[in-house]
């Protein structure tokens, strides 16, 4: 058994950014545990320039930004368990994990933070026909193949989605000598930034067949080569007479990131429309001294807001671990209105301090000339207009807590309003 204040699951940019944020805010007694070899995250494969520009005012690779937070939080002596994955967390916060070092393990924490990210979503979540051959896999795991450990994935692929990593691979795979043939995306808009697009497809002349999807694997042993069609765009589904047939030895899938929330679900924590677990605005779950952030709560697009994520639950759990607790006081409810697909935090709690409230929220479809709406039990209380709009990137509204407060809302509503 083991006795810290705080226990952190997940060593990922998330769970370094609370840890040195309850450390600086007064607690001594944190641990992370880390079921990876190493703790920095995804970001240690992410060898690309394009962060910490919000977080350091230059452009770092992500080894480089995982590093920066690795080195504060060995100045700060933060203790992480490698190798160590986090088995069970209970309702009453009693944390289980195992080490093959040091065997079954107990903590009994006064605070948890959830910070275990994300995953890919694979083959089996997706309606693909055909074979099972080598040289199908996601685009996250490609991506560790070359950049962590120096293997070919293929000569020849098709990458199916447009997500950030399956645009970024494109590219990477091109750098390595392999020929991409083309990434399509069923959606007729992508799900990549803007800049992913003129950089890594753009750049390099590669196609992106928007409304098309990848309908079979043809090969046995190995991929010989996939069917894509063109599909209607009201039902999603393939149109038969636009199918072809595509020569290629790999196929990488990039269809979007589901959180790892499975062990807030134990915990007793309730999960939001995300897919991960709903917080308040200090990242408070719904189990008092419970809190999460990050791609756990909700897939970014940034890696600098992951860590403001961090810092903030990382804060909340101190004030929780020094002030012995909180009351239980939560006020407003939030909700996605017309044209947006969620909004985080679920609940304006009345009992956190601070003056701003940041909503963050994503909208279904790309939009230009719009506007979002924020209304207070039906009333319209902040009009914010955008020139673009987009569901691969984030948007955020600042509300006065005070004045929700003073006004007792119960429910605050975010629409999309405007042109498509």
Not at 36 to 55: E, M, N
Not at 137 to 143: D, K, S
Not at 145 to 157: C, H, I, P, S
Not at 187 to 213: A, K
């Amino acid at each position: 058994m083991n006795n810290y204040d705080m226990v952190i699951v997940g060593g990922g940019t998330a769970g370094l950014a609370a840890a040195i944020a309850a450390k600086e805010n007064g607690v001594d007694s944190v641990v992370i545990l880390e079921m990876d070899a190493g703790i920095g995250g995804v970001l240690r494969q992410c060898i690309h320039p394009g962060f910490g520009l919000h977080t350091f005012g230059e452009e770092l690779t992500g080894p480089e930004y995982a590093q920066r937070l690795i080195d504060k939080a060995d100045a700060l002596g933060i203790e992480y368990k490698v190798n160590t994955p986090v088995l069970e967390i209970l309702p009453d916060k009693t944390v289980m994990a195992i080490s093959a070092g040091e065997g079954v393990l107990e903590y009994h924490p006064k605070a948890v933070v959830l910070a275990t990210g994300c995953r890919e979503r694979a083959r089996g979540a997706i309606e693909i026909g055909g074979s099972r051959p080598a040289g199908v896999m996601t685009a996250g795991t490609a991506q560790k193949f070359v950049n962590l450990m120096g293997l070919e994935v293929g000569k020849k692929a098709v990458i199916l989605g447009s997500g950030d990593i399956g645009l970024i691979m494109a590219r990477r795979l091109t750098f390595e000598g392999a020929k991409v043939v083309c990434v399509c995306e069923i959606m007729p808009y992508s799900n990549g930034l803007q800049r992913n697009i003129t950089q890594c497809l753009e750049d390099f002349n590669i196609p992106l067949l928007l409304s098309h999807t990848v309908t079979r694997v043809k090969g046995k042993q190995r991929v010989e080569g996939v069917y894509i069609a063109q599909v209607d765009d009201e039902t999603r589904k393939p149109i038969p007479q636009t199918e072809r047939f595509i020569e290629c030895d790999t196929l990488l899938l990039s269809v979007g990131l589901i959180p790892e929330a499975g062990l807030a679900a134990e915990a007793g924590a309730r999960p939001s429309h995300t897919g991960g677990v709903e917080v308040s605005q200090d990242m408070e779950s719904t189990v008092q001294g419970f809190f999460a952030c990050g791609n756990v709560v909700h897939v970014h697009d940034l890696v600098d807001f992951v860590e403001l994520e961090g810092r903030r639950a990382g804060e909340s759990a101190a004030r929780c671990i020094l002030g012995g607790g909180m009351s239980a006081v939560c006020a407003t409810e939030t909700r996605a209105g017309q044209g947006v697909s969620y909004i985080v935090p679920a609940r304006i709690d009345t009992r956190a301090p601070g003056g701003d409230i940041e909503l963050s929220l994503r909208v279904k479809r790309p939009m230009r000339g719009a506007a979002l709406a924020v209304y207070a039990d039906g009333k319209e209380i902040k009009r914010l207009k955008r020139v673009h709009m987009a569901p691969s990137e984030m948007e955020k509204i600042k509300l006065d807590k005070d004045l929700i407060t003073a006004k007792d809302y119960k429910i605050v509503e975010v629409r999309a309003e405007g042109a498509l």
